[in-house]
T-cell receptor, first 112, second 114 residues
Framework: AQKITQTQPGMFVQEKEAVTLDCTYD???????LFWYKQPSSGEMIFLIY??????QNATEGRYSLNFQKARKSANLVISASQLGDSAMYFC?????????FGAGTQVVVTP | NAGVTQTPKFQVLKTGQSMTLQCAQD?????MSWYRQDPGMGLRLIHY???????DQGEVPNGYNVSRSTTEDFPLRLLSAAPSQTSVYFC?????????????FGSGTRLTVV
């Protein structure tokens, strides 16, 4: 069975600072993907970044980077230079063969 | 480029009523899936499909039916609505393979069962 865990229910971060959101996972599938999604208060799911299980390098997308440690089964999201618009719920998800399993999410509040 | 379209956006049902949530994608994606999100929680998988004519159950399938007669459409049917099915429902699609890159989500359907 697959399992994905986000242990930080919420966190505050000051504008322009970096923030790391933790995510650990467990799966017996050798081939999988790890995803991070942002959900603002408006409710839509916004795709941020993807890491494939066989990718050698950590994924980066603009201000987002994924710290992938396969042996430790962790896939932490780093947001650099936080902006007020980054305030949202962030979900880590484990995906394979068309289905996703989500963590409980981390609520991020960016303060001026 | 519409992506994934869900209808309706909002719905109120009485207990025992049935209805169908519609989901359509125009990206020729093989995979489609349905999730529900209860307040303060992550999304949970209801049903998914890896291609036309092929569906399977997810984590919380009870009370829901699906079918996939075309690549584009993946409707979710509530057989007899219950208050416990009050939730926000999301449909998603992705390309095929073991590790599809990026799942595109619809904007969601907010369902209230009274």
């Amino acid at each position: 069975a697959q399992k994905i865990t986000q242990t930080q229910p919420g966190m505050f971060v000051q504008e322009k600072e970096a923030v790391t959101l933790d995510c650990t996972y467990d799966t017996s599938d050798p081939s999988y993907g790890l995803f991070w999604y942002k959900q603002p208060s408006s409710g839509e799911m916004i795709f941020l970044i993807y890491q494939g299980s066989y990718d050698q390098q950590n994924a980066t997308e603009g201000r987002y980077s994924l710290n992938f440690q396969k042996a430790r089964k962790s896939a932490n999201l780093v947001i650099s230079a936080s902006q007020l618009g980054d305030s949202a719920m962030y979900f880590c998800a484990l995906g394979s063969w068309g289905k996703l399993q989500f963590g409980a999410g981390t609520q991020v509040v960016v303060t001026p | 480029n519409a992506g994934v379209t869900q209808t309706p956006k909002f719905q109120v049902l009485k207990t025992g009523q049935s209805m169908t949530l519609q989901c359509a994608q125009d990206m020729n994606h093989e995979y489609m899936s349905w999730y529900r999100q209860d307040p303060g929680m992550g999304l949970r998988l209801i049903h998914y499909s890896v291609g036309a004519g092929i569906t399977d159950q997810g984590e919380v399938p009870n009370g829901y039916n699906v079918s996939r007669s075309t690549t584009e459409d993946f409707p979710l049917r509530l057989l007899s609505a219950a208050p416990s099915q009050t939730s926000v429902y999301f449909c998603a699609s992705s390309e095929g393979g073991a590790r599809p890159y990026g799942y595109t989500f619809g904007s969601g359907t907010r369902l209230t069962v009274v």
